[in-house]
């Protein structure tokens, strides 16, 4: 097998801002794995709060593409990874999330059979996104919901947080009242002390909120889980439920817990998540970081396993170089092309 990588940048929209960062752009790691002609690719990006830069990211891919030539075939090397062959304690999960999804491209497209099939699914997954709002002024909150509503988005993400939590109570009663049909989330990204958030979750409630993400600041599982038994809607676990063994402790004891493939290190490690919290009362939703429709792909193919489904980083891009995954109209779907069933955009080809 050959690997090469390749780096873009990838400029948001508009700014988004949420409790703690406003974010204008990122880089992607782009890692491509040949075998016989046939090419697999997975996307990795940069992250200031999962310490990943890209001069990393790129060194780390590079040692990940050479330990994969050790193998006969991709799929050798996707059962390796999977038994912990090619990745140390250190490597972070953004980078074996990445390996594994070009390998499960490549391992799909070699046999013909989109990834969904490959883990189970016969029928390709369709679910509704939720679409992010960051934290704007009202005016511009309700002019954001009208036209993603209008466009058919079913479910809206509100991020919260600011100094003043009068002003997230103002910034969702108007979104509430420009998409009175839409399911609200939102998302204070561990903004909020347990004191505020339990004196905050009940009006929330009041406004028609479905659901809170990680209310409170990660650290503190324990006051977490907690709150979550008082709250009047439930709470979804998303900084504090990073690896198995963190979700093992908050299963059962929170409503939700955010699932990220990148967070997580991949669609196995989704899987084994999966596994552990089913029968616990505790529900999947699958998130995302700001990334193309590649890097984005390979969660989709889960998409029939979650309750709640957050796979909107592409949409907030300028240009999307990949296409494959929908999700303007509000819904995010694989199809029977095998692999991750993306491509990359040309030049000259406008996707809109």
Request: charged share 25%.
């Amino acid at each position: 097998m050959k690997t090469g990588l390749r780096t873009v940048r990838l400029a948001l929209t508009e700014p988004l801002r949420i409790s703690r960062s406003t974010m204008t752009e990122r880089d992607a790691v782009w890692l491509t794995v040949e075998h016989d002609g046939v090419s697999g690719h997975g996307e990795a990006v940069s992250s200031v709060f999962y310490q990943l830069d890209t001069p990393c990211l790129e060194r780390l891919l590079t040692a990940a593409g050479s330990e994969l030539t050790r193998f006969p075939d991709p799929d050798a090397a996707l059962q390796g990874l999977r038994a912990g062959e090619l990745a140390d304690s250190g490597t972070p999960p953004a980078v074996t999330a990445a390996v594994e999804a070009a390998l499960l491209d490549l391992v799909g497209k070699r046999a013909g059979s989109p990834v969904h099939r490959l883990l189970g699914t016969a029928t390709p997954p369709v679910a509704a996104t939720a679409r992010t709002i960051g934290i704007t002024s009202p005016t511009r909150a309700a002019a954001q919901a009208r036209s993603l509503a209008a466009d058919g988005f079913e479910v809206i993400k509100v991020k919260a947080g600011t100094p003043d939590p009068e002003d997230d109570v103002e910034r969702v009663r108007v979104i509430r009242d420009a998409a009175p049909g839409a399911r609200l989330l939102l998302d204070p990204n561990g903004a909020w002390t347990i004191a505020q958030a339990t004196v905050l979750l009940p009006r929330f409630a009041g406004l028609g909120v479905e659901a809170v993400e990680q209310p409170v600041a990660p650290g503190d599982p324990e006051g977490l889980a907690v709150l979550a038994e008082r709250s009047p809607l439930p709470v979804i676990a998303d900084e504090d439920a990073v690896s198995l063994e963190d979700v093992r402790r908050l299963a059962g004891r929170v409503h939700g817990v955010n699932v990220k493939l990148a967070k997580c290190g991949g669609v196995h490690s989704a899987l084994r998540i999966a596994e552990l919290v089913e029968g616990s009362g505790t529900e999947l939703m699958l998130g995302c970081l700001t990334a193309s429709s590649l890097g984005l792909a390979p969660a989709v193919h889960l998409a029939d396993r979650a309750r709640w489904t957050d796979l909107d980083g592409h949409l907030l891009l300028a240009h999307d170089p990949w296409t494959g995954i929908g999700g303007q109209d509000g819904f995010v779907r694989t199809s029977e092309s095998p692999g991750l069933g993306v491509r990359e955009v040309r030049a000259d080809e406008d996707v809109a």
